[in-house]
């Protein structure tokens, strides 16, 4: 940060001046939040000791602040946000970072504790901590669950895709995407922690703030635009807000849902094995957006509540990548493509649980066992030049299914098209077609019985075509896609693996009942009120919550 400032036009505030080399591409370009300690400048950024909690427990609250004193607002999110608790005039400190805080945590003082009363509403809480100096002020969102008291417990049961969330935190530089000034060829962090704020974004976002996935096709002739990209630079978000967390993605579904009048309790992955009797008290488990990291333990927990006779509704994409929790939870473990390198667990007895592809052979439990359908047969849609002129929803094979009863739909019928529904990440199938009907091939080890009820085309295939002031998002992504699809990365097989699909399946397993529209971006429907996409939802609930 320069501090070379300027008094910009009258009235304004000052502007700050930062050179950029010649070339600069923003979209290539990681900023990031982290503390200054900078006595001039104010800032406030806090954290608790846990995710979750129930009525009656107490919260830690860390924080690091240039203000003297701070104030802490408490809102149970949702339609109509709650205001919970204000905690005033709270003393403040700054605190640095120490060295690898990114994976064994900030370590700052406890700035304050609250008992949550035991009254209180479950739900998900919004901390906000408020620091002011004379004309100065600054805010920083943090959240966590409230969970149901037993026997209080509402019908639909929505596990918030937190795995996904600290993967993509990228506050103070680190993630399991990026990191900085890291040693042994690391290019992302594979341990991080969750004793550290949430990036700017991931908790609170403006209204109309822009989604990963473009709200129209690219025209002709141009580059594609990252609007997300463009927002989050000129307003200090987290270039990843859009790739995961509460705001964009959970809440809009919660949101939805109270204004439906339908009740739903939510809670994080960590408490689905936390708390082994939690998923048997609902009727349906939902999950929306990007969910794509889950530990061995999540999974096993789902699939017993299906055999069991649970439904499941999953409004979500990219469900891939096998992490661990460590440290009581405090931990997230992900090695990815380096896993079988530097995992602990290679080579031995526990390989299966090797931090990386679910589609691993050494881990050999492929998606769509679980949920009908796999990312690597995705991926991308409508971001970037991936699938950049598509029509951004699914095309109807199955219009008679009961998920689209009262949408008087016909074969070939798209739904979500408006919203851009289908991005931008989204999980399919290697399939055949039938007189006009996609099944899943042979190579797919799905589950017996499955409809593939709605599709759309997707790509890892980003392709320069030398315009100027053209970037690209994420290139050729082939080999990378071949060697997980094919084990081997041949010309046959990065030629296949540049094609990909969304679907949207429903299929029986054990005594349960699944529905899956494999895209990120079905909340986006749900969001701008799309026919379609609230009458499926609420088709979907309806029927999970009756049987």
């Not at 003082?109 to 620091?131: C, L, V």
């Not at 994409?317 to 009581?328: C, H, T």
Request: glycine fraction near 12%; charge should be negative.
């Amino acid at each position: 940060m320069s501090d070379d400032v300027s008094a910009g036009f009258p009235g304004q505030e000052p502007f700050e001046f930062v050179p950029r080399r010649q070339g600069f591409n923003g979209v290539k370009t990681l900023y990031y939040e982290t503390v200054f300690q900078d006595p001039a400048h104010l800032e406030v950024f806090t954290y608790t000791d846990r995710m979750s909690y129930r009525p009656g427990d107490v919260v830690r609250f860390h924080t690091s602040t240039t203000a003297e004193r701070f104030d802490i607002n408490i809102v149970r999110d949702g339609v109509r946000p709650q205001t919970i608790a204000h905690l005033e005039n709270i003393g403040g400190e700054s605190a640095g970072l120490r060295d690898r805080f990114y994976e064994r945590g900030c370590d700052w003082p406890q700035s304050h504790a609250w008992k949550i009363p035991d009254d209180a509403p479950a739900g998900f809480y919004i901390a906000t901590s408020h620091a002011s100096r004379n004309e100065q002020r600054q805010e920083q969102e943090h959240g966590f669950f409230v969970l149901p008291r037993k026997g209080q417990q509402k019908p639909i049961l929505m596990v918030a895709a937190t795995g996904t969330w600290r993967a993509y935190n990228d506050w103070g530089g680190y993630s399991h995407y990026v990191g900085h000034k890291l040693t042994d060829g690391w290019r992302f962090a594979p341990r991080v922690t969750l004793h550290r704020p949430w990036a700017r974004g991931f908790i609170w976002l403006p209204p109309g703030a822009p989604r990963k996935a473009a709200i129209q096709p690219t025209p002709m002739g141009s580059p594609p635009r990252y609007l997300q990209d463009e927002f989050a630079c000129s307003r200090g978000f987290s270039k990843f807000y859009a790739s995961a967390g509460w705001a964009s993605y959970e809440r809009p579904f919660l949101c939805w849902t109270e204004a439906q009048g339908l009740g739903v309790d939510i809670v994080s992955q960590a408490d689905m094995i936390a708390d082994p009797d939690l998923l048997a008290a609902y009727k349906c488990v939902v999950f929306v957006g990007h969910d794509e990291y889950w530990t061995w333990e999540m999974r096993e927990a789902i699939e017993q509540y299906m055999e069991n006779g649970g439904s499941v509704a999953r409004f979500a994409g990219n469900f891939g990548v096998q992490i661990r929790l460590e440290d009581n939870g405090i931990t997230q473990v992900c090695y990815q493509e380096r896993a079988l390198e530097k995992d602990p667990l290679a080579g031995t007895k526990g390989e299966r649980r090797l931090a990386t592809d679910f589609s691993d052979r050494r881990v050999g439990w492929p998606g769509e066992q679980t949920f009908g359908l796999n990312t690597h047969y995705g991926l991308f849609a409508g971001v970037g030049g991936m699938v950049a002129r598509g029509v951004g929803g699914f095309t109807v094979y199955a219009p008679n299914h009961w998920a689209f009863e009262g949408l008087d739909l016909g074969y070939g019928d798209v739904i979500g098209a408006e919203a851009r529904i289908f991005g931008y990440e989204v999980d399919g199938l290697d399939y055949e077609m039938i007189d006009g009907i996609p099944r899943p091939s042979a190579r797919m080890q799905t589950p017996e019985g499955l409809e593939i009820l709605a599709m759309g085309l997707a790509s890892n295939l980003e392709v320069a075509h030398g315009r100027k002031g053209e970037s690209l998002y994420w290139g050729d992504q082939t080999t990378a896609f071949a060697l997980k699809r094919y084990g081997v990365a041949t010309e046959a097989t990065r030629g296949a693996a540049a094609r990909g699909c969304g679907m949207i399946v429903a299929f029986q397993k054990g005594r349960g009942s699944v529905f899956h529209a494999g895209t990120c971006e079905w909340v986006a429907g749900l969001q701008q009120g799309d026919l379609a996409t609230c009458r499926v939802t609420r088709n979907v609930l309806e029927r999970f919550t009756r049987l």
